[in-house]
Nanobody, 125 residues
Framework: QVQLVESGGGLVQAGDSLTLSCAASGGTYSIYIMGWFRQAPGKEREFVAAIEWRSDRAYYADSVKGRFTISRDSATNTVYLQMNSLKSADTAVYSC??????????????????WGQGTQVTVSS
């Protein structure tokens, strides 16, 4: 089964950019889709972006569309989340997730069985 390790979080100012990384290992050949989710204090986890492992087809939440870009490096089995024009509302713990099967909504975090430990992103205004 796949293991996921995120990195790249930190403290930035509003308007800044930040790139998160999620390194996948073990069982990556069977991955169908990987996603980024975030959870702010006192709020439910929400979908941010996802990318299909084979096709590189990407999906975004409306709240980040045009500011965030998800991409994948097949050589290193790493998924990136480039975040531009960050806002204080983007402050959250960001986690990457993976699943092997298709046919279910990409935005539902409860359908991803594999998760990283999360990385904190704090945007000061």
């Amino acid at each position: 089964q796949v293991q996921l390790v995120e990195s790249g979080g930190g403290l930035v100012q509003a308007g800044d950019s930040l790139t998160l990384s999620c390194a996948a290992s073990g069982g990556t050949y069977s991955i169908y889709i990987m996603g980024w989710f975030r959870q702010a204090p006192g709020k439910e986890r929400e979908f941010v972006a996802a990318i299909e492992w084979r096709s590189d087809r990407a999906y975004y939440a409306d709240s980040v569309k045009g500011r965030f870009t998800i991409s994948r490096d097949s050589a290193t089995n790493t998924v990136y989340l480039q975040m531009n024009s960050l806002k204080s509302a983007d402050t959250a713990v960001y986690s990457c997730a993976a699943r092997y099967y298709r046919g279910t909504p990409y935005y539902r975090g409860d359908l991803y069985p594999y998760w990283g430990q999360g990385t904190q992103v704090t945007v000061s205004s």
